[in-house]
């Protein structure tokens, strides 16, 4: 199980964005669990 909160993503290179969107990416297929995960 892998535990995060959103203040471990912000600022990281986890937290992309444009002028428009942002995409805060907490699960990734590196981290191995078959999923992705974001905000």
Known sequence: M?????????GTENDVGAENWQSRRLLLKKDGMGFSFHD
Request: charged fraction near 35%; glycine fraction near 0%.
């Open 2 to 10: 892998i535990i995060k909160n959103l203040e471990e993503v912000i």
